[in-house]
């Protein structure tokens, strides 16, 4: 499968996480329409035998393992696979809204000096979802102070040109 878009997935594939590991694949299987390679890295060797099965017998996934139980570590390996045209990250108990990284795509590839496209998201908080970062304007008008009032470069909300944010950023 030619794949225009990969998702890296960092996790440690323990028992407890095995509900949010579902539910994040399932979103990014729904997050896009053109071929996606799902990378799972697996992080260390604290896992969890079953759910690394389940993880295997999916046949669209490629799943890699890192011996070291290093978030950095299991990021920068997961990169190093990547061959797509663009790519993103998706913590494992973090979900993609439906047709989110079609819209992202869409912005990248008909703006060719655009190098990441960033998009907002909700945080469920006692079971209320609340949207992100309410401010979006503030990011539009000053991107560096609004980083100091909350992360809008979270790794769930970023889609990557992969020709241009190479391996040694993540190195």
């Not at 729904?30 to 990378?39: D, E, G, S, V, Y």
């Not at 060719?112 to 908080?125: E, H, K, M, Q, T």
């Amino acid at each position: 499968m030619n794949s225009i878009v990969s998702v890296v997935v960092p996790t440690l594939a323990e028992l407890a996480r095995e509900p949010s590991i579902r539910r994040c694949i399932a979103s990014i299987r729904r997050a896009t329409k053109h071929p996606c390679q799902i990378i799972v890295v697996i992080n260390g060797g604290r896992f969890d035998k079953t759910v690394c099965d389940w993880l295997r017998q999916q046949n669209d996934l490629l799943v890699a393992q890192v011996k070291e139980g290093s978030l950095p570590i299991a990021l920068a390996y997961g990169r190093s696979l990547v061959l797509s045209e663009f790519f993103s990250f998706l913590d494992d108990d973090d979900e993609y809204l439906p047709d989110s990284l079609d819209k992202k795509i869409n912005l990248l590839t008909h703006n060719p000096l655009v190098d990441i496209a960033v998009s907002n998201g909700f945080r469920r908080i006692s079971g209320q979802d609340e949207c992100f970062f309410p401010g979006i304007e503030l990011i539009e008008r000053d991107p560096l102070t609004s980083l100091f009032l909350r992360n809008w470069l979270a790794s769930c909300g970023a889609l990557f040109r992969s020709s241009t944010v190479g391996q040694p950023f993540f190195d």
